[in-house]
């Protein structure tokens, strides 16, 4: 019985043969991340508090006749 190439016999069966693993992220290990993101920014902050509030300009001098 002739295999094709990238496959082999397991109990009289024509299996494909493994791919290579790549390292996956799952769905929880993403949802993981999201929820850590979401936490840091919620109690600890990105540091956008940290902006300073844009002070009101002084009158001009012409304005002050």
Do not use: Q
């Amino acid at each position: 019985m002739p295999v094709p190439e990238g496959y082999h016999v397991v109990r009289r069966h024509i299996r494909r043969n493994p791919r290579p693993s790549v390292k996956k992220m799952s769905g929880w290990t993403i949802a993981g991340i999201c929820a850590l993101v979401w936490l840091w920014g919620h109690f600890i902050g990105f540091g956008d508090s940290a902006t300073a509030t844009p002070s009101t300009p002084a009158p001009a001098a012409s304005a002050a006749h």
